[in-house]
């Protein structure tokens, strides 16, 4: 089994910087892709960025230019870099992992999700 536990939300100030970590531990076999979702009250929840295992990266058009997704690989852990915080940014954010746990099967795995609250 695979786990995937974030840490990093809380409050910031509109403008502001906010660090998302999300780590990966468990039966891990092969990373393909991880990611980060947020989702609103009422909302769907949506892509926020992605990185694949060749470093290859997907935003939403409304983070380019103020978030990134670094990793570290060693660690099997992503990270959502977010600056110049705007408060529509305010969401639960959740992190997704498709990692294969064997050669042959792999799935899709959410962290249990952490709030980002923007506020000043």
């Known amino acids: 089994q695979v786990q995937l536990v974030e840490s990093g939300g809380g409050l910031v100030q509109p403008g502001g910087s906010l660090r998302l970590s999300c780590a990966a531990s468990?039966?891990?076999?092969?990373?393909?892709?991880m990611g980060w979702y947020r989702q609103g009250p009422g909302n769907e929840r949506e892509l926020v960025a992605r990185?694949?295992?060749?470093?290859?990266?997907d935003y939403a058009d409304s983070v380019k230019g103020r978030f990134t997704i670094p990793r570290d690989n060693a660690k099997n852990t992503v990270y959502l870099q977010m600056n110049s915080v705007d408060p529509e940014d305010a969401d639960v954010y959740y992190c997704?992992?498709?990692?294969?746990?064997?050669?042959?099967?792999?799935?899709?795995?959410w962290g249990q999700g952490t709030q980002v609250t923007v506020s000043s």
């Open positions: 990185i694949n295992a060749g470093g290859g990266t």
């Open positions: 468990g039966s891990i076999f092969r990373i393909v892709a």
């Open positions: 997704n992992g498709y990692i294969y746990s064997s050669v042959t099967t792999w799935n899709s795995y």
